[in-house]
């Protein structure tokens, strides 16, 4: 995991626990297997890199099995919005899919729905306070969706705002679970989240052990959110540490 584009692919999958679930499909499919032949707890292979836009002030490409996202950050930067002055900075951010990202193609288009999460995620972590009256801009771009799409998208824009120095209190990082039957399934991908009963997403600052936001659909069981919480937060804490040693060996090679 670095900034060297030769680097291989980094797995961060959360401790497996000793309780054993029953498979999805118990009648014709018991020997049931993910599309990719993953384990239920086991998480897709991550690759970073920063440095993906030499135009902005700070850039992440992120990969995690089909999924492909860049974002790019500019600012921090005078606010185009007329407005009071205000001891705080402003968070612009701005989630969109080319319009080959999915497959039924010409439907790219702006999101929304994951533009505000993306910034609720990412609000807590950053220190606002150090850029007054100005505003950073975040932009991702989706350009293959393979499934658990805003977490990659959060983890990537966390890795951006770092490379742009954008002072935070700390990388975050997000993982998402989906619940298919009586299985919670870790990073699914796009076929697991269309067949899904519900979904759960945590981003968490894993230096601090804090999380910053927390979203589910569905019905879930008290015992089932506890679960996938833990394996959420564990995936999350070794995410962060591969993101990590990202910046370190990004910040080795510039000095060279």
Known sequence: MAAKPGSAPVTYSPNLGQKTRPPIFKDNDLDWVRPDGRGFHQCRPAFFRTGAVNSASGSAYAELGSTKVIVSVFGPRESKKAMMYSDTGRLNCNVSYTTFATPVRGQGSDHKEFSSMLHKALEGAIMLETFPKTTVDV??????????????????????????????????????????????????????????????????????????????????????????????????????????????????????
């Not at 069981?221 to 959420?232: F, G, H, R």
Request: charged share 20%.
């Open 139 to 256: 932009f991702a771009l989706v350009l293959e969706s393979g499934g658990s799409d805003l977490p990659v998208v959060i983890s990537c824009a966390s890795l951006a705002l770092a490379d742009a120095g954008i002072m935070m209190y700390d990388l975050v990082a997000a993982v998402s679970v989906s619940c298919l039957g009586k299985n919670l399934v870790i990073d699914p991908v796009l076929e697991e989240e269309s067949y899904q009963d519900g979904s759960l997403m945590l981003t968490c600052m894993p230096s601090r052990y804090e999380v910053t936001q927390l979203t589910f659909t569905g019905e879930w069981s008290t015992p089932d959110i506890n679960e996938a919480m833990q394996l959420c937060l564990d995936a999350c804490n070794k995410l962060g540490k591969v993101m990590r040693t990202c910046l370190k060996e990004a910040a080795s090679a510039s000095q060279e």
